[in-house]
């Protein structure tokens, strides 16, 4: 016979998964949208729907299984929810698509064929959770409130006022005092590690980007002031455009956009190095030049 807290374990493990993969997409929904995209199923307003969808169903299912309320019917939910992630990773491989699913926001990028076989074994977990878990005539009320409320407050409320929150040093690899070494700024044509130097982190197709960009070339033309350089998530054809329509005085360089990805949430964002370090970070509009000096 097994003890009811090992019939729990596989529930219990499954459950935990699902939050913390809805969490790490609740706090950046943007790129979540932006990653159901990718698939070339859904796109535009499909996509915004059904990612605000899936975040409190996902939420709402892992606090079922970790709660233990009614666990086999979460555990066939979540089932028949894996079975269809595998098949949209799946469609989207034989289309040449090679991003990950974004299975836990952009914090682990991994190959269609990673995610497939992490699905998998998540899939026997849910399966296990399924024969194992306990019918019960009577769940629990106080169970059944706690999932609803954890799937409003993280699925719904968290990804709404994300942006509003300061995360991202939590969920971010960029913060005060990290070495410019574990950045994953290696294209950059200069050393980074000497000196100071006002690093940006743009959108190239950003409305704002010709204030950004005069913004930015007031403080490197500016004595005192550290040098300017700017990155970006895409390939090196597409600053020839951006610079013959902004006309920036600093090098822009291209960046892998799952590296670049790693150090925001939102763009543009700013940053000063000195001396090798991070030593502050702006948020949405670049420095005023006496901040930098």
Do not use: H
Not at 218 to 224: N, P, Y
Request: hydrophobic share 50%; net charge positive.
């Amino acid at each position: 016979m097994i003890l009811p807290s090992l019939r729990a374990l596989p529930a219990g493990a499954l459950g935990l998964v699902f939050i913390v993969a809805g969490i790490l997409k609740a706090v950046d929904p943007t790129e979540f949208v932006r990653q159901i995209e990718t698939y070339g199923i859904v796109s535009g307003s499909l996509a915004v729907i059904l990612a605000y969808t899936l975040l409190p169903l996902e939420i709402g299912l892992g606090s079922a299984l970790l709660a233990g309320y009614r666990a086999r019917l979460a555990a066939a939910a979540t089932v028949i929810l894996l079975l269809v992630f595998m098949s949209a990773t799946a469609y989207a491989w034989s289309q040449g698509k090679t991003e990950g699913c974004g299975c836990f926001g952009s914090i682990a990028s991994r190959t269609p064929g990673q995610v497939l076989v992490e699905d998998t074994g998540l899939l026997g977990l849910g399966i296990l959770a399924f024969l194992l878990g306990v019918r019960r005539s009577a769940p629990a009320r106080g169970r059944g409130i706690a999932v609803v409320a954890a799937a409003l407050l993280v699925g719904v409320v968290l990804p709404l006022s994300a942006y509003a929150l300061p995360l991202d040093p939590l969920v971010t690899e960029l913060r005060i005092g990290r070495s410019v070494g574990d950045l994953p700024l290696r294209e950059a044509p200069v050393d980074l590690g000497r000196g100071a130097y006002l690093v940006a982190l743009l959108d190239l197709d950003a409305p704002d980007s010709r204030q950004v960009v005069k913004r930015l070339n007031a403080i490197g033309g500016r004595a005192g002031t550290p040098a300017v350089i700017a990155f970006f998530g895409g390939e090196v054809d597409e600053k020839k455009v951006f610079c013959f329509n902004t006309n920036p005085s600093f090098e822009v360089v291209a960046v892998p956009r799952s590296d670049l990805k790693r150090l925001y949430r939102k763009l543009p964002r700013f940053f000063q190095l000195k001396d090798g370090r991070v030593s502050r970070i702006w948020d949405g509009a670049p420095p005023a030049p006496e901040e930098v000096l």
